[in-house]
């Protein structure tokens, strides 16, 4: 099951892709306009996100005939709005590697990453969020950015009851000139990109074993392409939901990116026009454009 929303005359919609059909969950509820609305419903009655939803597939119009096919249903949008973004750091080697690459002052990344506690940072708010086919921003005053895709989970009131990709887009040259800078290398117009949908996490049971990818493509041609798994992260999901939750109660939509394991090669930036494409396995393809902001 993978829940997409989908801007629609005039109103938001909630649409299911379940063994290969497309539901309108809006046409059984109403009030479903967005993940968020599921998850709170399934909430109230105490059970799991895709029980709650598959009760609702035979009142569920299926959406428009022939769009079962496509991998995202036309006018997808940012599948939830997230409270906030929250997200983890240096929680695979590579990641480790490329702070170390890019700091002058390395050995705070290598503490970090072997410590008990995880790096967590504020990301995002849903106003910075973009969804699938908007522009990711790249700062105007950084010659160094770059995205990083993350496996990205979706918190209900603390509660884990979906997964989607995220892209934490980030300004190298701002983060590594000062660590103390982090949140202005993170957080800025349109810095965080989510979708094209959430999986409810109790879809599948390999969160931590899916293949990744990320291409990027410059004026027709692919200048980036890589994979890689997220069974290479060094820290559990409940690792890292329960570190954010500590002494803190969270927004009831909440969204932690688990930290990314794709870094292109130093000399790499991202620039104005390019095209971003993030596969994460039983989940698709988020794909962005970028633009300067
Ligand atoms: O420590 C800086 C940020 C790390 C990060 O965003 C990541 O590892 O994904
Ligand atoms: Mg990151």
Redesign the pocket.
Known sequence: MRCYRRFDAGEYRLLARVDGSLYDLTAADDALDEFTALARRASRRDVAVETYARRLLSDAELAREGESAAAVPAGATVPLVPDEVW??????EI?EEA?EAESGMPEI?LDVYRADRP?L?FKATAERTVGPDEAIGIRGDSDWNVP?P?LAIVLHEGEIVGYTIGN?V?SREI?GENPLY?PQA?IYDRCCALGPCVVPATVRDDWNDLAMRMTIERDGSVVFDESTSTSEMVRSHDELVSYLLRHDVVPESTVL?T??SLVPPDDFTLAEGDAVEITIEGIGTLANPVTTV
């Open positions: 997200a983890a750091g240096v929680t695979y990641s702070r990344y790096e940072f990083e993350e934490d980030s983060e982090l993170k990116l930290g990314t």
